[in-house]
């Protein structure tokens, strides 16, 4: 099983992530799950967004492609459509993948497209400075929400499984174990993955928020953490603030460009002539 | 010559992506574009294309230059307003050297407009609708067998180029029927892009953004063995993101020059009886039809009027509009918009120095000129 | 077994458990704050130190929870092996 070091592009760290962000968490889980199932890099293709997780795929030494703000899922979708042998990560950030990136989203779910997405949650928007996102909580304080946020946030995990993933997880940085584990189920399901990872953004978002440093932010992840099993015997009441972990959702089925080559192999066979 | 069929520009458009070796559609449905979309989800599949109708303009223009960088020919189809959300992934593509072909059926606008009238107020948009200095090369057809032309044209400049790549029908053009004898493919001269070669070049080596590569840097495909960094940052020879001056002018200034090849290598234009026209007519698109026969009745009365017809709007053509503006005593620039071809048209003719009176005619009904509009306003050139 | 001293280098003192890549790492404190055997601390420049090398339990947590990819740790060697001079 390679290192992850062997997934880095050397020369061009320091990444830019803050002191104690969570994102370099996450990238090596991402990484160790990868390492478990050992691609050729040149079968392996990373496409991000804009935000703090996007520049993640710079840091890689795979196929990388770091496009338009809530793109990624569609410049992805393009890429496995045109090689559907390719490996196709998309890592996206909570602003990216569920403000303008939403439809898209919504849409790669529907298709069970064999893309596997990350969407590291950090509640935030951290490139820009710290405004609200849809994930961030109501009541939090953000830049764009001085006075406190109106507005109630998204569960991610249940929009894409609603959309039709047929693989959804939640994971922290926190768990780094668990989270690799799941990104490696997300990599061997052949339609749509979606793993959501929670991460912290303690410059940003902790500070302003008077969440602590990033140890503390952490460990706010390792006590409101429940695993979906746990979760289950839990009432709502009891359920209120914490964060479901684990596969919430597997259930495979026809990926998209399979489908796609069926009609291709039928078409073939017939006896050709113009469709009505 | 395959047998003469009665086919829609659009049908051309398509017969033209396809005979230039197009193998990847993303598409969304738009009047008056929405047939090449639905010929292309028809034939791709039977040729070992792949065809996709994205969830909005946005999402199928992102797709298709994913797959082109997959290594595939890639085409969208659209009209104004979907054009207008394609902008930001346009300049993504300028930006990364994308090579990707854009059919914008100009309707009537602006907004909603007019979905099954005629305009061609899309011009500006196409050349400067997406942000910051950016080369984006388009074509105007004339006719339905020259939107397949032009759009081969357009497929060869985009791969050779490694730009994106307008080519500005319009509603008339889109969706009048004219026989038409379209070449083999075979016979087509077909330019694919220059990819870095493994006996020569190492991964380790390959520069994607390579700022001394003549004309444009070679394009390795995702998953070829060549595995680098596409961004639509500001970026350096590897393709990582960079805050430095001097890498940053270098990189904008090389794209933004990316025009004058086109202008060295893609400049089309037809003249028709020019050589000593008094009163000249500059059209293109839809127009050049009723252009052509105010000309021909006006040289019947015996006015020396004559008729130059951009098919590569940009770079406008405007050294050969220079030229003729010394001659001419008058321009006449009919458009289906309120004058945006002739801004270029009055920057070059006046460059000149000459004294020509230039005109815009224009028309923004839904609706296209009579020849009898054009006429009027060649003898009314003449008063 | 005392830690080697640090100015912002690489820490690889042989067959030290925990290794660090210092010109990455950005001193968030995370490792020093989730080690299980409390080893390690905050040294020169406030960069982290392995302060008791024998302690360490080889967990990895400090290696999973960097989120700089500055810290790894060594595979404990087999007895055999250490006398043999292989290294993993």
Known sequence: ?????????????????????????????????????????????????????????????????HTT???????????????????????????????IGGNHLIHAARRNIGITTICFNNSIYGMTGG??????????????????HLEPSF????????????????????????????????????????VEAISQCPVSYGRRNKLGDAAAMLTWQKEHAVNVRAAAKLSPEELQGKVVTGVLHNSPRQEYTDAYAELAARLSQSKGGRPA | MSAARLIQGNEACAEGALAAGCRFFGGYPITPSTEIAEMMAARLPRVGGKFIQMEDEIASMAAIIGASLAGLKVMTATSGPGFSLKLENVG??????????????????????????????DIMQARWGTHGDHPTVAFMPYSVRDSFDLTVTGFNCAEELRVPVVILLDEVIGHMRERVELPDPAMLSIIDRRRPDPSVTAPSDYLPYDHSAEPVPAMADFGSGYRYHVTGLHH??????????????????RLAAKMELAREKYLLYEEHETEDAEILVIAGGSPVRPAKRAV?????????????????????????????????????????????????????????GAPVKIESLGRVDGELFTPGQIYTAIQEALL | MRAQGNDGHRQDGGDLPVQFRYEWCKKCGICIAFCPRKVLAKGQKDYPELTDAERCARCKLCELMCPDFAVTVAERQRPQAAAEGETK
């Open chain 2, 236 to 253: 350096n020879e590897r393709g990582m993101p960079t805050g430095k001056a001097p890498e940053i002018d270098r990189l904008v200034r």
């Open chain 2, 92 to 121: 993504f593509a300028a930006m990364c050297e994308v090579p990707c072909v854009i059919a914008n059926v100009q309707r009537a606008g602006p907004s909603t407009g007019g979905p099954t009238a005629v305009g061609q107020g």
């Open chain 2, 296 to 352: 021909r009745m006006a040289r019947e009365a015996g006015i020396r009027a004559g008729l130059f017809v951009p098919r590569t709007i940009w770079p406008f053509p405007g050294d050969r509009v220079r030229e003729l503006a010394r001659t001419a005593r008058r321009i006449i620039v009919p458009e289906l918009n309120l004058g945006q071809m002739v801004l270029e048209v009055e920057r070059y003719a006046y460059s000149s």
């Open chain 1, 131 to 148: 405004q609200y996102s849809p994930l961030t909580p109501v009541g939090a304080t953000a830049t764009t929400a001085p006075y406190g």
């Open chain 1, 1 to 65: 099983m390679p290192a992850i070091s062997e997934y880095l592009r050397s020369g061009v760290l320091p990444h830019i992530w803050c002191p104690g962000c969570g994102h370099g968490i996450i990238l090596a889980a991402i990484l160790r799950a990868i390492a478990r199932v050992d691609p050729p890099k040149d079968e392996v293709v990373v496409v991000s967004g804009i935000g703090c997780a996007s520049r993640a795929p710079g840091y890689l030494d795979f196929n990388t492609l």
């Open chain 1, 155 to 194: 569960d991610l995990c249940e929009l894409a499984r609603a959309s039709g993933a047929s693989f959804v997880a939640r994971g922290t940085a926190y768990h780094t174990n668990a989270l690799t584990d799941l990104v490696y189920q997300a990599l061997e399901n052949k339609g749509f993955s979606f």
């Open chain 1, 69 to 99: 703000h809530g793109r990624a899922l569609a410049f992805a979708t393009g890429i496995k459509l045109a090689k559907p042998n390719m490996r196709v990560i998309v890592i996206t950030g909570d602003g990216d993948a569920a403000a």
